[in-house]
């Protein structure tokens, strides 16, 4: 897989620019959290129906109601200067029911693809953004025919939708999906079983491989990948990535040891632990996975069997927030936006910003000799009851816009194949269960109907300066971004 290229990015910076040729920037959405319309009576159901109806999270009710208004959204993506919007295909929506595709939302998706070729915008498609059918069931990634199951729903998606769109994520964060779910108890349904995310992550994995054969086949020209949300610790992190790519043989019960030790080894040089607590982290996963992992990776092993030479990746997605394991815990009791938090896990709004690690994870990321795509990096903020909060830290998205491109910048200039920026998000949206956190260049007001802001949820100009660092980095104007204070 060394050295595979991705199809050359569409538009090329003027002369005088500090990007290569065809970088891309732009902002990245997910089709649960803006679309609206989901679980309601007579709504398409996904596997969130269930927590919705039980009051366990919020409902997510109309979203930021793109479903209806994406053309008006879309307008406000193309006037920040972006030439990429992400948007997702639900699966939910155009498959309500086991093989009846709902032709009027396939319809309304080739309308909402064709609005973002008419404001110059390459669409990036996601086929698994978090959420697949109710009638699926929540544990639905357990099951061994999920691979197969997934790759048919990807092939109808790219068949349908083909005409209009070639870039293509098959599952968005696999990583968070499996452990998320079924480790952590964060979404449904809620377990907290390792075994039962290792098989997760297996059956995620081999979806990620079928699914990819299948888009190729049916779409020679197809650019694809998989996006990973960024953590220290290999095996949350690098493991999916290097099973995707690794050589069938090496993934053998008598080989597999020593190929996971060399992994690791790697993934250690090139993301040190930053302190002594990140470093326990590493070993604790470690010790705890070993026995696991060897007996959990026969759909990854079967998958890639069934077709070595399939080009799984185009360039290495990378999902860059607070990836440092050891940042994300605290005592609790500790002050945060608009009181104290009694968790022993820091809120979003609380994470730690370190523009630094994010030229570290791409570094990482580049090693693999693929083109590097910042799929998703944003900063969250907190509103309660229509109260929005400072961060405690002093960040805001201006600054935090700034800081991240100078390390995107900074990482240019070290020759880093780094092909996009995609920022989250557009507007404050649905966060996996709450509106607290919001993420939105543009500032959302749910408590006087759905009324958007020019200035985001804190009263700053995030879009405004996001626009101007396009404009300025396409110009080749540095003075845009700040420059990164350190390396690592």
């Known amino acids: 897989m060394s050295g595979t290229l991705s199809t050359p990015p569409d538009r090329g910076g003027p002369s005088g620019s500090l990007l290569p040729p065809g970088f891309r920037f732009g902002v990245a959405t997910a089709g ?16 969130w129906l ?47 029911a086991p093989g009846e595709l709902d032709e009027a939302a396939l319809a309304r998706y080739r309308q909402i693809l064709l609005a973002c070729a008419e404001r110059g915008l390459t669409p990036v498609v996601t086929l698994h953004h978090f959420t697949h059918p109710a009638w699926l069931g929540e544990e639905f990634w357990l099951d061994p025919a999920a691979p197969e199951r997934f790759a048919g729903w990807a092939e109808a998606a790219v068949a349908r939708l083909g005409e209009h769109c070639r870039h293509w994520v098959t599952l968005n964060e696999p990583n968070v999906v499996a452990f998320g779910s079924y480790l952590l108890g964060l979404f449904p349904p809620g377990r907290r079983d390792l075994r039962a995310a290792l098989a997760a992550f297996d059956h995620l994995l081999a979806g990620h491989l079928l699914a990819c054969g299948r888009i190729r086949r049916r779409q020679p020209e197809a650019w694809v990948t998989t996006n990973t949300a960024a953590a220290s ?4 992190d690098r493991l999916g990535l290097d099973l995707l790519v690794a050589d069938p043989a090496d993934l053998d019960p008598g080989r597999f040891p020593d190929w996971l030790a060399a992994a690791r080894a790697a993934w250690d040089a090139l993301v040190p632990p930053p ?14 996975f070993e026995g696991p992992l060897r007996s959990g990776l026969s759909a ?23 990836p440092y394991l050891s940042r994300h815990l605290r005592l609790p009791g500790q002050p945060t936006a608009g009181g104290r938090s009694w968790s022993i896990s820091r809120p979003l ?18 090693a693999t000799g693929l083109p590097v795509w910042i799929v998703e990096n944003g900063l969250a903020s907190r509103v309660r009851r229509g109260r929005a909060f400072p961060r405690l830290d002093g960040w805001d998205r201006p600054r935090y816009l700034r800081a991240m491109l100078g390390a995107v910048l900074a990482g240019l200039a070290e020759g880093l194949p780094i ?40 009263g700053q100009d995030a879009a405004g300066t996001y626009a101007r660092i396009i404009a300025g980095l396409r110009a080749g104007d540095p003075s845009v971004v700040d420059r990164l204070a350190s390396a690592r």
Do not use: M
């Open 349 to 366: 709004w609380d994470d730690v910003v370190d523009p630094a690690g994010l030229l570290v994870f791409c570094r990482a990321a580049a």
């Open 32 to 47: 649960f959290q803006v679309e609206g319309g989901y679980n309601g009576p007579g709504e398409p159901a996904n596997n």
């Open 419 to 458: 092909e996009a920026y995609l920022h989250w998000t557009l507007a404050d949206n649905y966060e996996w269960g709450s509106y607290e956190p919001r993420f939105g260049l543009f500032g959302v007001d749910r408590e006087r109907g759905l009324r958007w802001s020019e200035h985001d949820s804190l």
């Open 275 to 288: 302190d002594p607590v990140d470093r326990w982290f590493r070993r604790l996963v470690r010790r705890r």
């Open 300 to 322: 990854t092993v079967a998958a890639r069997r069934q077709d070595p030479e399939l080009r799984a990746l185009d360039a290495v997605g990378v999902d860059y927030y607070n």
């Open 233 to 236: 610790v290999h095996e949350v």
């Open 50 to 96: 269930a927590w919705e109806r039980a009051g366990r999270v919020e409902p997510s009710g109309i979203a930021l109601d793109f479903w209806r208004r994406a053309e008006e959204q879309l307008e406000k993506v193309a006037a920040l200067g972006c030439d990429t919007f992400r948007l997702s295909v639900e699966w939910a929506r155009v498959e309500p």
